[in-house]
């Protein structure tokens, strides 16, 4: 080809808004994936600041998660894979953070996030069997919807308690996501959660209230996975009655997320303009996302979901090329080993993790409304207010109510002659009676 010709063919690409890394060329290709890597960044590391979890095995496996998804997706889907924020009720049920030993108790809520990523390879295989519309009618907006909703209320109190540590650092990062979110042009308004950590974090270190001491002793480079995080050390450990607890209390939480996750291949479609529920398959998708969740999961990092602030970025740049996400993950993979920055994270003031935290929380609930609102459940119907009344009084009542101590049901249990508690959490009873009533109660829409 001639080069007038290939410079005809870039220009007829451009203008019809096809971008490509053939297109644009590397140098370009590479600065976008650096701008995809920090689109995702926020929350992916505010997923493990909340809970405990390591900074840099969460880098690492939303790196290699991402990869892995890719790879199953047959290289179509341009989607990032970050932390999941929905599992994180689940993360504090298990591992409080007020426990003494919340680092001992992590990798057991870690077992129960690998056994949710297992219902989403049950879910796959049933939908390349039987096809999603008689799987997911078990599902519907008006089961998700409400469980959405009350895992973010059931975080409120978190939020609050972190904000109240320094309430001044805390309000100037609420205030930066709004401004950015609802003001905000191009980049600004795509990566609101960064500007607000970045901004909150800077006004701590102007009045003193940073500590970084552990930044000057963290090493330059260094392994980002460590063994007494992993799920193999909770085995080892072998606390059946935690093992047991943590998987029931967290794998129903993964109701909410399958359906987050179909939302956003959706989201993806219609933004590229391709339908990738067809092509590759919306069972490919779940599994990708399931098998990367379980792989972060075993290591010791949060369960992997696909990201919508890096759909906002293919939109916003009309670049769909799925190259610039792996350059991305590739990208999250190299910050992963390097524990001084992890460590700079970690000296982050609590109560600029909690600003971020509540509006993000609040968020998540806001989700669960639209859900709703958007699939037009029927409330004139006694069968879809009992259900919504039944998830959302047992998810948020169980958690706080005091005479059950530990925010969860108490449930003695003897197993090979050992005497232990199980806990059933307010979210996995709501999401079990939703599920059921949906299926019993006649006239289901």
Known sequence: MSKKSESTEKKSAVKEGIYDAK???????????????????????????????????????????TLLFHLLTKWKVPAFLGSSFAFLPGY?????QDAVDRLERLPYACVGVACAGVLYL?????????????????????VTGPLIIAIGLTLSQTAIDSCSKNWFIAIVAILLILVCNI??????????IIIGVLGSYLVAVMLGAVDFSEVADAD???????????????FKDGNTGLLITSIITIVPIA??????????????SSTVGKNYVEDPGLHRTLLGDGLAT??????????????GENTGVLSLTKVYDPLVIRLAAGFAILFSFCPKFAAVIGSMPEATVGGVSLVLYGMISAVGVRNIVEAKCDFTKARNVIIAAMILVLSIGIKYNTFYGDGAIKIPLTIAGKSTTILITGLAAGALVGIILNAILPDRD
Do not use: C, R
């Not at 140098?27 to 809970?51: D, S």
């Not at 504090?92 to 409080?96: E, G, K, N, S, V």
């Open 294 to 307: 379980i792989m972060a999961a075993l290591f010791g990092a949060p369960a992997n979901t696909t990201y």
């Open 183 to 192: 003001w905000g042009k191009g980049m600004v308004k795509i990566v609101p």
């Open 23 to 65: 297109t644009l060329g590397m140098p370009k290709v590479t600065v976008l994936g650096l701008q995809h890597m920090f689109a995702m960044f926020g929350a992916t590391i505010l997923v493990p600041m909340l809970t405990g979890l390591d900074v840099s095995t969460t880098l690492l496996f939303a790196g290699l998660g």
């Open 255 to 268: 109701l909410a997320t399958i359906v987050e996750h179909m939302g956003d291949i959706s989201a993806i």
């Open 92 to 96: 504090f049920a298990i591992a409080p």
């Open 220 to 234: 330059w480079l260094g392994l980002p996975v460590h063994f007494e995080s992993t799920v193999f050390w909770a």
């Open 122 to 142: 049950i879910l796959s295989a049933l939908i390349k069997a039987f096809g999603s519309g008689k799987v997911m009618k078990f599902f519907p907006p008006i």
